[in-house]
């Protein structure tokens, strides 16, 4: 992956279209949001333009006629690059490009970007030209010979401006090898997670900017990478979570969700997000002071289901409570969203009553039992150190006596290896 140093500000405008298949203000959220990942990738909006249409332009996105427009307007003002809020196919991308004379990317695009530029660990880095490629070899057509070494700058970084004229048959080359990579670390982390069998493990996903690294810091005293900025974290971190007396817990602190989520960037990052797939509780971050605070809990819980973590505790935490002016949503919010916790992870409010609760599940989570088994039954033992932590054990002349504590769930497990069923 290449990345291209280049601290001009670039004038952006960002472009996004209105087909009443939402309301006026989500397109309006989605525009800003937009502006927001924008000024994450260092460009200013300079122009934000909504087009109603009934339906996408094939050729231009938005109608040769608007686009013809927006040229004008480009020109005028000295517009460095053109972004749109949706994916462009390499048609539109190849017409809007030779309209404008000008950079074309889409939202797609632009997510790559930031993300290949705040890439910092192997593993992030692999991921982050795995999804560039991917997201690349489609769209290798002249249309994109305007991503060149002389322009820099914002969707410029990784393979864009180095792999224009090379074949296909090397990028998939690349690709192939990319992918072998991300499956070692895939095994490595496979390997690690057998070795945490015993331990209570705890995700912290959520939509990016929701707060998820300030309270990972909180929680564990650490010092990751937190700013008011989207996608701050790429890579997952874990420590010990020091709360329960008895019961170790590691906590992962893992990259945020957004919506319109680029699906090469998705199935690159599953090994990072197997934390949340793995997890046996998940803390869903949620920035309650959002106006589409609602609209990021429907992106997130879909996108976690996708990870096969449908069926974990999950436990919503309304974040940023101190950033609420109208005191009765927190009232609203406590009977809406059930066993959920209202907290301000930057100001520390509230913060025992996760802790709490989190006790509480851990607790109900947990069995302990006691169980003797005969001389010969190594291989039963064996067993049971695999699915539980063994607290005590006895050997004398005619048996084993076993002292164990586990999940509810390995508990059952340990129940039919005893009864050989």
Do not use: C
Not at 296 to 307: C, G, S, Y
Not at 387 to 414: C, F, G, M, P, R
């Amino acid at each position: 992956m290449i990345e291209i140093t280049n601290k001009i500000t670039e004038r952006a405008m960002l472009v996004a279209l209105d087909t009443k298949e939402y309301s006026k203000e989500i397109v309006e959220e989605h525009l800003a949001e937009l502006e927001e990942l924008a000024d994450t990738a260092g460009a200013e909006t300079i122009f934000k333009i909504i087009q109603s249409k009934a339906r996408m332009d094939s050729a231009y996105y938005i109608g040769k006629g608007k686009a013809e427009e927006l040229a004008q307007l480009v020109e005028l003002n000295e517009i460095n690059i053109i972004i749109f809020d949706d994916d462009l196919t390499p048609v539109q991308v190849r017409n809007l490009s030779d309209l404008f004379k000008r950079k074309v990317i889409d939202r797609s695009g632009l997510i790559l970007d930031i993300f290949a530029s705040r890439a910092k660990s192997k593993e992030a880095k692999t991921q982050v030209e795995l999804a560039q490629l991917q997201y690349l070899l489609p769209r290798l057509t002249r249309a994109w010979t305007h991503l060149s070494k002389q322009y820099g700058g914002i969707g410029t970084k990784g393979p864009g401006e180095t792999q224009i004229e090379t074949d296909r048959r090397i990028i998939r080359t690349r690709i192939a090898h990319l992918k072998e990579k991300l499956t070692q670390i895939e095994s490595h982390r496979t390997t690690q997670s057998a070795q945490r069998k015993n331990v209570t493990r705890i995700a912290i996903a959520g939509y990016t900017n929701a707060g998820k690294s300030t309270l990972f810091n909180l929680l564990t005293s650490s010092d990751v990478f937190a700013e008011d900025k989207l996608f701050a974290t790429l890579d997952s971190t874990t420590r010990v979570l020091d709360l329960h007396e008895t019961t170790q817990i590691l906590i992962s602190d893992t990259v945020g969700f957004i919506r319109k989520l680029p699906p090469q960037l998705v199935a690159s990052f599953k090994s990072t997000l197997s934390e949340v797939r793995e997890a046996d509780i998940i803390f869903h971050v949620i920035d309650v002071s959002h106006p589409f605070y609602e609209d990021h809990i429907r992106v997130v819980e879909e996108t976690l289901k996708e990870f096969g973590s449908k069926d974990k505790k999950i436990i919503r935490i309304f974040n940023k409570i101190d950033l609420i002016k109208d005191k009765s949503q927190i009232d609203f919010i406590s009977n809406t969203h059930k066993d959920s916790v209202l907290i301000s992870a930057k100001r520390g409010i509230n913060i025992s009553a996760l802790k709490n609760m989190l006790k509480e599940i851990i607790e109900n989570q947990f069995v302990e039992a006691k169980i003797k088994l005969q001389l010969t039954d190594s291989k039963k033992v064996s067993q049971i150190h695999s699915l539980a932590e063994v607290l005590k054990i006895d050997y004398d002349e005619n048996e084993i006596k076993i002292h164990y504590k586990t999940s509810k769930q390995n508990s059952d497990k340990i129940k039919k290896i005893i009864h050989g069923t």
